[in-house]
């Protein structure tokens, strides 16, 4: 340090530090399924294309952990995908809670195996970034997903 700098080493070093982290967007995903084998089934497919995932077993426990996560200054999940049939908060339930917080343009993708068209409409109206029918096409899963995270 020489009788000029206004910067210990110290301090420059962690300046520089900040400096080189990247300012990356959120790149994980959010499942949100009461079935485990379902959620194990997404994570896993997603992982196979280099996407990390976090699960969740319920709409209380997704919502939890996104408020969670958003109290931190970086938020990691970037996209949720939620199934439209589950137990207390079922999937329009919790995406209607997501957009009351501060996470409410979290992009979100709803996926069952038992809908109709209101509930397709309803998702709609909750700005949804598609609605998907069980069996998912993986190939459009994947493609909707790279595109939300910016990774395409």
């Known amino acids: 340090m020489s009788d000029h700098d206004i910067l ?7 300046l520089s530090d900040v400096m080189l982290e990247p300012d990356l967007p959120p790149q994980r995903v959010l499942i949100v399924d009461d079935d485990k084998d379902a959620r ?23 919502l939890k952990m996104l408020v969670s996560e958003a109290e931190i200054k970086k938020p990691s999940i970037g996209l949720l995908i939620t199934d439209l049939r589950m137990g207390n908060v079922d999937g329009l339930e919790l995406v209607r809670q997501i957009r009351e917080t501060v996470r409410a ?24 970034v598609d609605f998907l029918l069980k069996p998912i096409d993986t190939g ?3 493609a909707l997903v790279k595109h939300e995270l910016g990774i395409e």
Do not use: F, N, W, Y
């Open 8 to 14: 210990s080493d110290a301090e420059r070093q962690a």
């Open 105 to 128: 343009a979290l992009p979100i993708i709803i996926v069952s195996g038992d809908a109709d068209v209101k509930d397709a409409i309803a998702a709609m109206h909750l700005s949804v």
């Open 140 to 142: 459009k899963l994947l």
């Open 40 to 62: 194990e089934l997404l994570s896993e497919i997603l992982a196979l294309d280099g996407i990390r995932c976090m699960t969740a077993a319920s709409g209380e426990t997704a």
